[in-house]
Every structure is written in C-alpha cells, then in structure tokens.
C-alpha cells in the first residue's frame, strides 16, 4: 500500500485533544475515510500504589513540573515513604524479617526498557536510588544482597540502622507466637508502585518495598522482579503490583496486564482481569487465607485503572486537571 497514507487532523477539545486519523488514498486526497478516533493523551499523569501515594505523586509531580526527568521524579517521589517511619512497608520503619532485619527489593524501569533492580538490600534506606544506579552503571539488571549493598557502598550511599523502635517493639510483640499469616491490606498491603506518563508520553514506573512482614530471612518478593512487580512497554502501557509477592511471581502479574492491554483492554479491564486470574488460580492455595493482590495500570492515552482481590485497595493519581487525589479500586471479593 506504498501510494496510501495517513494523515492526522487534529482538533483540541478542552485539554485532552482528538485526532482523527484518516486513510488518504493520494490519488484522491478528498476520498478521506476516518478509520479510528483517538484520544489524545492527558499528560504529565502519575498514578502510585495506597494512600502514601499521595505524598509520593506530590514529590515526583513537583519534579516533573520542574523538568526533572521521569526516572528521577520516580526516586525523588517514592522516596518520600522510603525515609517515612510511618510507612510500615517502605524502606526506613519498614516492618522487618522474622529475624528482625529490614530487607529491602527495589526495581525501577524507563520508557526504553532498561531497568535496574535491587534484592535482599540491607541498611540502605533508599533502594530506588540504588536500582537506579543500577540500570545507569551496571551491564546488569539486579544485584542482591552483600553484592548490592556492596555497590550501593561504592556509589556513595551510607549504611543506616532502618529498624526503628515502633517496628522492632511489633515484631517482638508477633515473636511471642511467630505465626507467618500476613494481615490483609496491613502487613502484606506493602509496596509503592509508581507509574509515570511523562509530558512526552513516555512510561516509566518504580516500586520499593520492605515486603512482607516476618517473612523468611532471605526472602524475595515480586517487587524487584521486572515483569512480576512492574512492567511497562512503552507503546503500550505499564502496570505494577503490590500486595503477596509470591501470587504475583507465579502469574508474572504485571507483564500479563501490560499484554493485555496491548490487545485492547482498558486498564482497567487488564487489572481486573490478571486479579481474577490471581484469584482462581489461589482459590485452593494455602496463600488463600491471606491473600491480597492489586495492580495498578496506565495505558498511552493516559487512562488509568486499579483492581484488587479483596476490598481495601486504592491508588492515588496526579493529574493537571483534577490534581491529586485518591482512587477507590474496585475489588473481586
Ligand atoms: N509485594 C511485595 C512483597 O511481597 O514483597
């Protein structure tokens, strides 16, 4: 079809512009059948996993804003609950393993597919940072343990006590009967995921979490693994989770939101659908007395949706035109 082509008309509506886009056979440039209605993307548009989102979106909008670039506005911004004591499931004050050592996991992914990730880091309050350092100064995509802590060290980040007295008085306090049974929405409610549509229209997304509470020494959760805890395509869409880790490693929970919005779902539909999915395939699980999964996603026209096993899930999302604000997600239970 070497003599057809595209033309595209664009006409603003308020802020959010439409495009026609039009098949023009040249030999008869006034023949001209619109073929599809596109809304054009609303962007900047950030949207972060629980209600310390809101913090986070607040940094990394600020950033954003000040023509920071999108992978740093990610650092800045969910960095604020990495160094929050009051977040129980982030970085500092982060709830810790059975053996009362905070472990962090960190993965963090730009619009070309790079991505750089920490596992089993150790006294290192901001992982996001060393994820990042990761993807811009290594040939690698994860390092863990010793080996990450290591890295950080030689990249100028210093070692730092992260257990604060609030979270070492509960895990002495669960130490008296060491039952691991995660509470729903508390002790596994977990990590921040944030996902970035950039005034270009570029993706990218980050998450950091301490993961589960009085979980295994040693243990790794979905949140530094690309594909399962965050995943983006850039001509697609990008997604990310939070919530058990180990539901979401068995399903390669955000890679299939973001295929299935590739094949036309809505963000929404993508989320609810990998939940649903999550569900029936833990229905008769042991993991199924405590499990809770959500996702988040955003597609390249910057719509946006989330979708949980059971209630209790929302994500916070900033935009020009509302500003920030919270977004309840529907649930499967
Ligand atoms: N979603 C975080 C974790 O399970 O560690």
């Known amino acids: 079809m ?16 439409i495009t026609t886009v039009f098949n023009c056979d040249q030999s ?3 023949n001209k059948t619109p073929l599809a209605t596109v809304t054009s993307p609303k962007k900047p548009l950030i949207i972060s996993t629980w209600r310390h989102g809101l913090a986070a979106n607040e940094e990394a909008w ?14 800045s911004g969910v960095g604020i609950s990495e160094a929050d004591p009051n977040v129980a499931s982030v970085g500092y004050g982060g709830l810790p393993d059975r053996e009362g050592k905070v472990t962090l996991d960190a993965c963090i992914m730009n619009h070309h597919s ?25 040939p690698h995509v994860m390092l863990t343990g010793k080996g990450a802590l290591q890295f950080a060290l030689s990249e100028g980040f210093k070692e730092e006590n992260l257990l604060t007295e609030k979270a070492e008085k509960r895990w002495r306090k669960w130490l008296e009967d060491s039952k691991y049974k995660p509470v729903i929405n508390i002790e596994n409610h977990d990590t921040i995921s944030m996902l970035v549509l950039d005034k270009e229209g570029n993706l990218s997304g980050g998450c950091t979490t301490s993961g589960a509470a009085w979980k295994m020494h040693g243990r790794v959760g979905d949140s530094p ?12 869409g990008a997604a990310a989770a939070t919530g058990l880790g180990e539901a979401v490693v068995r399903t390669a929970g955000s890679a299939m939101v973001v295929e299935l919005m590739r094949q036309g779902k809505s963000p929404n539909e993508a ?26 996603a955003v597609n390249k026209q910057g719509e946006h949706g989330g979708y949980s096993v059971r209630p209790g899930f929302n994500y916070a999302v900033f935009d020009d035109e509302k500003g920030n604000r919270m977004e309840k997600a529907a649930s499967k239970l």
């Open 2 to 17: 070497s003599s057809r082509r595209r033309f595209l008309k664009k006409a603003a509506i308020g802020t959010v512009g």
């Open 62 to 75: 600020r950033q954003l804003k000040k023509g920071t670039s999108a992978l740093n506005a990610i650092v």
């Open 28 to 30: 008869s440039k006034t």
């Open 114 to 138: 790079d991505c750089g990730a920490v596992s089993f880091l150790q006294s290192i309050k901001h992982p996001i940072a060393v994820a990042q350092k990761v993807l811009e100064n290594t």
């Open 225 to 236: 693994i690309i594909g399962a805890g965050l995943f983006l395509d850039n001509e697609v």
């Open 271 to 296: 989320c609810k659908e990998i939940t649903e999915r999550i569900y029936n395939k833990h229905k008769n699980h042991k993991d199924m007395e405590y499990l809770q999964v959500g996702f988040i």
